[in-house]
């Protein structure tokens, strides 16, 4: 994961020296995690990914199928979904989003 956040930072300009400081000292471990708190406490998402837009709007799982599981089964798998898109399908679903967000 560490590698993929690295070619992902790089490309888009980041100054690198900076990043992997900040990234293996956990410079922002705390602000994730506190995003992570107030999405699951107050916001009440169901699972990550879940986009929220400014509405209050949540859209959770675009491009992973729902797994659903039986919890007194040992979280046996009882149904999957699939995804609400695949390929290019996302990314117009994507950029709505991303347009109904400003």
Known sequence: MRHVLFEL???????MKRFASDFDHGVT???VLQDAQEGWERLKVEGSPTFVLPSGKQISYLALPRVK????QYARVIAVQPALCSGSSCLDLYRRLFAEAR
């Open 9 to 15: 930072a790089e490309r888009v300009g980041v100054d």
């Open 29 to 31: 471990k705390h602000l």
């Open 69 to 72: 599981l039986d919890q007194q």
